[in-house]
């Protein structure tokens, strides 16, 4: 793999199904609550409370509400069933632990049932921002407060399925784009500013304000098929951002049938994630100063 500098948040690099062979066929395992320690806890600690310092004014409504009406706090790495009771009082979905990474058709059959798959280790203290697996921290701050909004609960659970068909399809890499550019690298308009909704941004104080306050990245309004087609990043911050107008925008794309889409989209091009098209509503267009200095060093 590259070589990775700056990595502040789990960005799912590495292959699924890196670990070995599973207890369970659905590769879930006990959290183990009891079994942390205290360092552990203290990492959580020092992650909860730099997030939550940075996240008012920068991430969406949805995301603080959902946050607060949670049973989660610094003190604590939470614990998976309690929180679980108030998950699913409020939209039906549940937390369960798994290892890390799990493999694709795994990871899918879960979000199609409602189950979202967290990590059930924390990141060292030596890799406060650096990590390559999700852990805890990615999984539950960055992704359980959204999962309490109906919305984006009903998206997620219609990616699980629409990655089942994609996977049987041999086009998973599509789809993944636009989970990539949605649930973990999000953007939406809010009355008072752009938001951040995505748990890859919401769980990285540098992407935290990179994504929202740097002049570098693109900014882009979210369009499905030019998101199919586009590149990311999975060792850096992202070089574009794509923004919706308003949450509800993720309803309509549960409905959509990606099928025709995906025939659509054969042998078309694909695009760098820094790229800027024609057909771009572009809400600020970024210098890439950020990523075009990291490009400078690395061909010096
Ligand atoms: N496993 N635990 C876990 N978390 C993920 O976000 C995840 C995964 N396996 C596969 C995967 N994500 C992605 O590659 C798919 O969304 C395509
Ligand atoms: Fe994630």
Known sequence: MLQQQLKETAKHGLAAGEAQAPERPDWTIDQGWARYTQEEHGVWRTLFERQSKLLPGRACDEFIRGMQ??????EQIPDFEQMSKVLKKRTGWEVVAVPGLVPDEVFFEHLANRRFPAGQFIRKPHELDYLEEPD?????????????????????????????????????????????????????????????????????????????????????????????QTNYRIDDFQETYFVLGHLDELLELAKIDFAPIYERLKGAPEHDAGAVLPGDSVVTRGTLAYHDAKRQVAHA
Do not use: C
């Open 69 to 74: 009406d949670l049973p989660i706090g610094p």
């Open 136 to 228: 805890v921290f990615h999984d539950v701050f960055g992704h359980v407060p959204m999962l309490m909004n109906p919305v984006i609960a009903d998206y997620i659970q219609a990616y699980g399925e629409g990655g089942l068909r994609a996977y049987r399809l041999g086009v998973l890499e599509k789809l993944a784009r636009v989970y990539w550019y949605t649930v973990e690298f999000g953007l939406v308009q809010q009355s008072d500013g752009l938001r951040i909704y995505g748990a890859g941004i919401a769980s990285s104080a540098s992407e935290t304000r990179f994504s929202v306050e740097s002049d570098s990245p693109n900014r882009v309004r979210f369009d499905l098929e030019r998101v199919m």
